[in-house]
T-cell receptor, first 115, second 111 residues
Framework: EPEVTQTPSHQVTQMGQEVILRCVPI?????FYWYRQILGQKVEFLVS????????KSEIFDDQFSVERPDGSNFTLKIRSTKLEDSAMYFC?????????????FGPGTRLTVL | QKEVEQNSGPLSVPEGAIASLNCTYS??????FFWYRQYSGKSPELIMF????GDKEDGRFTAQLNKASQYVSLLIRDSQPSDSATYLC???????????FGSGTRLLVRP
């Protein structure tokens, strides 16, 4: 069964450093998403991406964040200058061709620890 | 502010019983409703989705939607210890791509 994959599974970084989290969505999906979950809190939407551009973003997704689909398979989330409060699980998700009402499948997540 | 509310639990049921998990949402524009299961330290795993009022059954799981009451529930029949997890309710509007998650209900199934 096709699945979303993410690398790395755990990333430790120093405050102020840049990190790139990588995702390979399900191959025939067209919509890609990033969510995050701070320990003990809700899963929160960050951004959605369709047709090589951002389709929606939350207020969390400020200028420190960017997304890119550098090739036909990878989808990346970059945090330019990490803060302590960026420590969280980051989940990539993808869905088919019906946008937000279509089912989103989640990857295993990247645990980001900012020291 | 669009909200999705769930009782945090834990909901404790004996093995073989029916577990009933509930969720309310604030925005009447919500169109799609999802139940995800999340084991500790893992990612959300889709259990069921429902778009129309009424019941939808899939194996031991039944999702129920009442748009007038802005209420969605998940019933798990013949609960197993392996069902012990946090169950997340998520809602999407037709005009939006994002899922809005509740805080989840922790389910414990006692052997």
């Amino acid at each position: 069964e096709p699945e979303v994959t993410q690398t790395p599974s755990h990333q430790v970084t120093q405050m102020g450093q840049e990190v790139i989290l990588r995702c390979v969505p399900i191959s025939n999906h067209l919509y890609f998403y990033w969510y995050r979950q701070i320990l003990g809190q809700k899963v929160e939407f960050l951004v959605s991406f369709y047709n090589n551009e951002i389709s929606e973003k939350s207020e969390i997704f400020d200028d420190q964040f960017s997304v890119e689909r550098p090739d036909g398979s990878n989808f990346t989330l970059k945090i330019r200058s990490t803060k302590l409060e960026d420590s969280a699980m980051y989940f990539c998700a993808s869905s088919g061709d019906s946008g937000g009402s279509d089912t989103q499948y989640f990857g295993p997540g990247t645990r980001l620890t900012v020291l | 502010q669009k909200e999705v509310e769930q009782n945090s639990g834990p909901l404790s049921v004996p093995e073989g019983a029916i577990a009933s998990l509930n969720c309310t949402y604030s925005d009447r524009g919500s169109q799609s409703f999802f139940w995800y299961r999340q084991y500790s330290g893992k990612s959300p795993e889709l259990i069921m989705f429902i778009y129309s009022n009424g019941d939808k059954e899939d194996g031991r799981f039944t999702a129920q939607l009442n748009k007038a009451s802005q209420y969605v529930s998940l019933l798990i029949r013949d609960s197993q210890p392996s069902d012990s997890a946090t169950y997340l309710c998520a809602v999407a509007m037709d005009s939006s791509y994002k899922l809005i998650f509740g805080s989840g209900t922790r389910l414990l199934v006692r052997p």
